[in-house]
């Protein structure tokens, strides 16, 4: 865990992302947290990690999710060199 990351205020907000229930509430909490814009981008960088991890070209990912090399290469990193974060929710998910 990166220790500039860990505060009161991420803590906060990660508890109050936690008791979030439904799809429904995510909608309305991260609507008005987010811009469209900052959750449009929260979802691409998903939609790229998951094709990564399902071995697809750069460049299916850049034409299926508009996402610039730079970003995938971003997300790659992450996934490879990261802290696990994306491996634990596509396990979780997939159960």
Avoid: P, W
């Amino acid at each position: 865990m990166n220790k500039k990351l860990k505060t009161d205020a991420v803590d906060h907000l990660f508890d109050a992302i936690l008791c979030l229930k439904d799809k429904t509430e995510c909608y309305n909490f991260f609507e008005d947290l987010c811009t469209v814009n900052e959750l449009l981008s929260l979802s691409q960088r998903f939609e790229v990690a998951a094709m990564l991890k399902d071995h697809k070209t750069y460049l299916e990912i850049a034409e299926r999710t508009g996402a610039s090399t730079a970003t995938i290469s971003r997300v790659n990193r992450s996934l490879n060199y990261g802290n696990d974060g994306y491996e634990l929710v596509f396990e979780r998910m997939s159960e």
